[in-house]
């Protein structure tokens, strides 16, 4: 293998937006399904419960189907603004990226140097926490921080696996 791997990108939004699924994932894997299949059944079960409960107090059982067409009408509210600020979350890490233009990143055994048009940071392999693929790059996180290299970046002849597998082993050495 190399005794050093240099990529240069620009700001990808699509691929960061991605990446940033495989960043908070490396840290909150997500739940196994067998255990968010039982809690969600535990969920509708409590939720039939209410519905004897309010029918057996003889009142009609559309007011849980209003409760829960409420509560759907609260969690469509929700996502609509939860998507519309993480869009202006985007566009103010873009316009960051943006600034900062081109990115120059140079890996080898000692660990990662990170150049731009703003800043400059060298991590030691032991600062990298976790190494993750997404579709179309590689995530890397150190603490709160994520860096994404594209796959279309990587020096030509070298494969997106081999690129993680050299990293790994600098990692892991």
Known sequence: MS????????YDRALTRRAMTGWWQSIVPP???????????GIW????????????????PYFTVAGLAGAGV???AFSYLQRTRMSRFWDEVGSHWDRAGETQVDFNQMGVRIR??????????SAIDAIKTVKGGT?????V?????PDAALPGGMTAKDFRAQLTDWRTS
């Open 139 to 143: 995530v890397f996180r150190s603490a």
């Open 45 to 60: 079960f409590g939720l039939l419960l209410v519905t004897f409960a309010i029918t057996a107090y003889g009142l009609t």
């Open 74 to 76: 609260m969690v469509a």
């Open 145 to 149: 921080s994520m860096l994404v290299v």
């Open 31 to 41: 739940e196994p399904f067998l255990k968010r299949a039982i809690i969600w059944a």
């Open 116 to 125: 731009d048009g703003v800043s400059e940071r060298r991590l030691k392999w």
């Open 3 to 10: 005794d050093n791997i240099s990529v240069r990108f620009a």
